[in-house]
T-cell receptor, first 114, second 115 residues
Framework: KQEVTQIPAALSVPEGENLVLNCSFT??????LQWFRQDPGKGLTSLLL?????REQTSGRLNASLDKSSGRSTLYIAASQPGDSATYLC?????????????FGSGTQLTVLP | GAVVSQHPSWVICKSGTSVKIECRSL??????MFWYRQFPKQSLMLMAT?????????EQGVEKDKFLINHASLTLSTLTVTSAHPEDSSFYIC???????????FGPGTRLTVL
């Protein structure tokens, strides 16, 4: 059974710092990996999706890497801003029959202090 | 990405009553819809996968007679929590996909509180 772990569970940084969020998974037979942002009491916003054949994806100040063999992914946020404060979830995507199923980590709650 | 809505955004009900939550795909036809549950400070757990016009597939440990899912059209799926109890209080989120093997797009969630 796939298990997804995110470390740290919570992180507080001053504005402007670069930071790294970690995600690890136990079964390397994944289809894709996806990073989401969740604001309090809200749904999920997709940030980056990395295909299993890729090693990284970039979008603006965000860069996500994937190392399937070691079962790890990182989300790098450059020049953090207070608006980046949210919970960040990673999810590994596997095939199950004809469906793509997501297994989520428990998230990292990020607070960027002004 | 797709636009997904959920209604209601929050609901408070008494123990023993049933609550229906709607998930709508507003700008494309969703063959497959997923229902997740999220307890406070925990991650999303997949409850069931529903395909339009057929019975939903429930994850292990999810009672299909308690969580009734209807996916009668390509734009609407409903989750009914029957005889709700306080332990059913949670954040329920749906996601939609054009087909089962496409990227999922998530709704804004419904906060259920059972008194």
């Amino acid at each position: 059974k796939q298990e997804v772990t995110q470390i740290p569970a919570a992180l507080s940084v001053p504005e402007g710092e670069n930071l790294v969020l970690n995600c690890s998974f136990t079964d390397s037979a994944i289809y894709n990996l996806q990073w989401f942002r969740q604001d309090p009491g809200k749904g999920l916003t997709s940030l980056l999706l990395i295909q299993s054949s890729q090693r990284e994806q970039t979008s603006g100040r965000l860069n996500a890497s994937l190392d399937k063999s070691s079962g790890r992914s990182t989300l790098y946020i450059a020049a953090s801003q207070p608006g980046d404060s949210a919970t960040y979830l990673c999810a590994v995507i596997r095939t199950s029959g004809s469906a793509r199923q997501l297994t989520f980590g428990s998230g990292t709650q990020l607070t960027v202090l002004p | 990405g797709a636009v997904v809505s959920q209604h209601p955004s929050w609901v408070i009900c008494k123990s023993g009553t049933s609550v229906k939550i709607e998930c709508r795909s507003l700008d494309f036809q969703a063959t497959t819809m997923f229902w997740y549950r999220q307890f406070p400070k925990q991650s999303l757990m997949l409850m069931a996968t529903s395909n339009e016009g057929s019975k939903a597939t429930y994850e292990q440990g999810v009672e299909k007679d308690k969580f009734l899912i209807n996916h009668a059209s390509l734009t609407l799926s409903t989750l009914t929590v029957t005889s709700a109890h306080p332990e059913d209080s949670s954040f329920y989120i749906c996601s939609v996909a054009p087909t089962a093997d496409n990227e999922q797009f998530f709704g804004p969630g419904t906060r259920l509180t059972v008194l």
